[in-house]
């Protein structure tokens, strides 16, 4: 089955390490069937974190093939990946290129297009990386079957 991703943000007040509070606005990913589900699914997430007032301030579906975690204690930022494919067109023989989106956890930027070379390397078809960049992600909440709440 393949996954629907959705980008969720919480709005709310922050203390920050020199003692002061701060509105923020952090955004999440979470693996749903529905905006519904994605914001039930969010909010028992972040629940246990947040103390105080906090708001779902949106939440919008965005479109990643895949998503790589990256189990390396320095890897805590997330990096959306622009992949190019390149395939043949049959009757023309032209190249045509399809755009793909990734998104892979990584400590900077080098190491993000190293470990996304990785996961790609029983790839089958020809790529080219388009781009990479730093997203403001916090955190991705894959669908885990066995943590259904009833």
Known sequence: MMNKWFECKVKYV????????KKVSEAYLVDALSFTEA???????????????F?????????????????????DKWFKCKLSFITLD????AEKKSNSYTLVQA?????AIKYLDEQMKG???DYQIAQVTETMIMD???YDPGLEVK
């Open 14 to 21: 922050k203390t920050m390490e020199n003692g002061l509070e």
């Open 123 to 125: 790839t089958i078809m």
């Open 140 to 142: 991705v909440y894959p």
């Open 90 to 93: 049959e009757k023309s023989g």
């Open 55 to 75: 708001e779902v301030s949106d939440i919008k579906r965005v479109n990643y093939s895949e998503v790589f975690f990256n189990t390396a204690e320095s890897a």
């Open 107 to 111: 400590a900077d930027l080098r190491e």
């Open 39 to 53: 914001e039930k699914r969010f909010l028992e997430e972040i629940r246990p974190f947040m103390s105080g007032e």
